[in-house]
């Protein structure tokens, strides 16, 4: 039997739930589904493991990339109890799902204190504008493992 698109957007909402019960991050949950079957689950554990990048659906692409054997998600959708920040939506587009739905807005997500506005208006402006210092160092050095890898005739891209 196919399962509706609120069948799984509520097993993000049930991980998003038991995330935050077990104390382990925010109330976040994610997963991927791929001709009906999950492959990927996750929910927020930045506080668990101390990782800044545990968001739930940067754990759950993980898992399904892992489970799958691909960097690729390509015939997956993602559901996710909340709009993406910019860290899971850039990790989302690298990931190429064929889609995304998602429960919360940012909106939403700011109103309980989880407010990512400051890193959307900070990714137009100029690198050395920016509040975290960014600061170009090396550029000629680096440069080197570039012209290897455009040399490289046998690649994967990705």
């Not at 999950?38 to 929910?43: E, F, H």
């Not at 101390?50 to 559901?79: S, W």
């Not at 109103?111 to 090396?138: C, N, S, T």
């Amino acid at each position: 039997m196919k399962q509706s698109h609120l069948h799984f957007m509520q097993q993000a909402i049930d991980l998003s739930l038991e995330g935050q019960i077990k104390g382990e991050g925010g109330p976040f949950g994610a997963i991927v589904v791929k001709d009906g079957i999950v492959v990927g689950r996750g929910y927020n554990s930045v506080c668990a493991t101390n990782d800044p990048t545990a968001h739930a659906e940067v754990v759950a692409i993980r898992e399904a990339c892992k489970n799958l054997g691909t960097f690729q998600l390509t015939g997956c959708t993602i559901y996710t109890s909340c709009e993406p920040c910019p860290m899971c939506l850039g990790a989302i587009y690298w990931a190429r799902p064929d889609k995304v739905y998602f429960g919360n807005t940012r909106q939403d997500a700011a109103e309980i204190g989880f407010d990512d506005a400051f890193i959307y208006e900070e990714i137009p402006v100029p690198v050395h504008q920016r509040k975290i210092p960014m600061i170009p160092l090396g550029r000629e050095q680096a440069l080197a493992a570039f012209r290897k890898w455009a040399e490289n005739g046998d690649k994967t891209l990705h």
